[in-house]
């Protein structure tokens, strides 16, 4: 922050208060800050950084499902760097693959290394497939089945997209909505895929390709969100951890005050009076809050809208057991475990001399059998996986811990966008100055980034901007593609608006 904003005096007719002290909440409270404006941040967890936090266990750190710096949105990125140091980050390469029947396939599809893995006769079945789908395309392409068939052919879709895909959302991959494959592939298709692998790169002008490094915090994301929770106190604002919002009062369409519960002082109820509220809650949490109650439509709405939780598995190993991957997807229907991070590879500062630890991520609902099974078991399950994938000798593990991430992923299901929408319109009815910012706060699949984004925006706007904060990350454009014009950290055209950033968690199907 700027020297005259290192001490802020509050404006007295702004009172924000922030729900949430993940990016999307302390990017708000940060550039409050920066305007002069206190607010006060509360936060039901006791770690700030939400899902982009570093986790830490006997001095190893995890990144819970990897988050990679890297985006084309030129605020965003220049408010990384005020927050951090530039020695703070690593320079690190990108690398993922598939590991798909006892091969490696490169990810996204790159079409001459899926087609030599396949062999000349299933090469060949592919191509056929992808042809007739050009020739007879579905009729209905709104699910995530119908969309990826359309844009790669049955045979691709069933091998490198089906699985996995339902092993994230723990439902069919035809129930999942196109909207999410739209966000998380893009234009990218079985031809786009081949014309990159073949078209020389010289001179290319139009071709574009997949960014191939991206910057890192050397102690993980949790890093930036822990140095920027030190500059919003500094500033004067004030950040409760442990102090789970239970209720918003709101009357003549605003709300008027958030309660909150001092978890660290004996559960005491504490009022927040607040002029605005940014909310990076779950939106159907923060509507079901209301007081007044929302009418029965749109509770109903409110408990329509899923979640799909989230756990990691770490098994420490020596660094020869690891992999070049910053992470690997495991398309088997053998097992459950989804994604294999190295978190060596993202900085050698989350592990240890001589070693490295793999995170085994599971893909699950808060209550079910994964989510309630003991550690220990879960460690062996993780083991006993690899051991059957043939990525590791279960006898090479020297220690294992379990972290778990409730509400990871919003569900793009066949009526999330209706759900959506209605409480959308109540709460611009009745609690105007509620802004929901972040992932869960809109239910939208955002990266990092695009939370960031969104809190940014909204800031403005209570500052005096107009700005339609729920366009952020709509565009059309490949969020990993960079062409050899605008290069990666390039808006294209000079497109300052949120349209296209690179997704830095490693999400599913990227």
Known sequence: MSADATHPTPDSDLQPVIIGAGPAGLTAAYQLAKSNVASTVLEADG????????AERNGWRFDIGGHRFFTKVKPVEALWHEILDDDDFLLRPRMSRIFYEGD?????LKALNALRNLGPVEAVRCVASYAWVRLRPPEDTSNFETWTASRFGWRLYQMFFKTYTEKVWGVDASEIQADWAAQRIKNLSLFSAVLNSVTPSRNQKEITSLIEEFEYPKFGPGQMWERCRELVEESGSTVHMRN?????DH???MVTSVTSIDIENDGEEVEHPASHVLSSMPLPLLVKAMNPAAPANVIEAANQLKFRDFLTVALVVPEADGFPDNWIYI?????EVGRVQNFGRWSPHLVKDGRTCLGLEYFVNEGDRLWNADDDDLIEQGKAELATLGLLDPQRVTEGYVVRMPKAYPMYDATYAGNVEILRAWLAEHAANVMPVGRNGMHKYNNQDHSMYTAML?????????????SVNVEEEYHEEATAETGPNMSPAGNQRCESAIPEEPAPLR
């Open 47 to 54: 770690v700030v950084g939400g899902i982009s936090r570093t």
């Open 331 to 335: 398309h088997s229907p053998d097992v």
């Open 251 to 253: 009357a003549n369409g």
């Open 104 to 108: 490696f396939y490169d990810y996204p």
């Open 244 to 248: 789970p919002v239970i209720r918003l």
């Open 458 to 470: 909204s800031v403005e706007n209570i500052l005096g901007a107009n700005h339609d904060v729920w």
